[in-house]
């Protein structure tokens, strides 16, 4: 069945340390989203993408990088200078070209990363 | 910053009673969804009502949308123990098809048993 796979679903970094977090969708969607949440709150963009190769900074950009290589991945690198970096990340995906042309978001189950 | 936000923050209700939860935003948008999130989870698409719609249903579901208010409200009737969740509204940004999605500060709804 087609979907949004997140990976690894927890994830324990020590400071100064980059870590990637994965996202892979079979959906044949052309738009990529992660999104970060802190507890109690919603959810903030850090990058989008809206076709391969290429995307754009959201709200929160800063310390992370992303690359959209393919369609159907767009991993998420949280590098050293974020310097506030433990959260649940949330990778989403929407149309056109896939199941939904509506422009609903379909998420990933989620990374919780934290920094030790 | 977020375009989105929910009220109340947090609500607690009987099961059976109605719940409904409030969305305002900022600038016009496209359209406007709302998300359910079980704790620790994922987000769920609900619903989506277009800008030029001020109604729409699903199940046991009733938006409301007020573009010259900007604002929404989401209706859960009959409500659950199951439907326990926090609920999020999102709204995009013209023009049509740019896909940027906003999301609120979200409302907690409990449901008791």
């Known amino acids: 069945d087609g979907g949004i796979t997140q990976s690894p679903k927890y994830l324990f970094r020590k400071e100064g340390q980059n870590v990637t977090l994965s996202c892979e969708q079979n959906l044949n969607h052309d738009a990529m989203y992660w999104y970060r949440q802190d507890p109690g709150q919603g959810l903030r963009l850090i990058y989008y993408?809206?076709?391969?190769?290429?995307?754009q900074k959201g709200d929160i950009a800063e310390g992370y990088s992303v690359s959209r290589e393919k369609k159907e991945s767009f991993p998420l690198t949280v590098t050293s200078a974020q310097k506030n970096p433990t959260a649940f990340y949330l990778c989403?995906?929407?149309?056109?070209?896939?199941?939904?042309?509506?422009?609903?978001?379909?998420f990933g189950e989620g990374s919780r990363l934290t920094v030790l | 910053s977020q375009q989105g936000e929910e009220d109340p923050q947090a609500l607690s209700i009987q099961e059976g009673e109605n719940a409904t939860m409030n969305c305002s935003y900022k600038?016009?948008?496209?359209?406007l969804q709302w998300y359910r999130q079980n704790s620790g989870r994922g987000l769920v698409h609900l619903i989506l009502i277009r800008s030029n719609e001020r109604e729409k249903h699903s199940g046991r579901l009733r938006v409301t949308l007020d573009t010259s208010k900007k604002s929404s409200s989401l209706l859960i009737t009959a409500s659950r123990a199951a439907d326990t969740a926090s609920y999020f509204c999102?709204?995009?940004?013209?023009?049509?098809?740019?896909?940027?999605?906003?999301f609120g500060t979200g409302t907690r709804l409990k449901v008791l048993a």
């Open positions: 999102a709204t995009d940004f013209p023009p049509p098809g740019t896909y940027k999605y906003i």
């Open positions: 989403a995906s929407t149309g056109p070209g896939g199941r939904s042309d509506t422009g609903e978001l379909f």
């Open positions: 993408s809206q076709i391969v190769n290429d995307f």
């Open positions: 600038t016009s948008i496209n359209n």
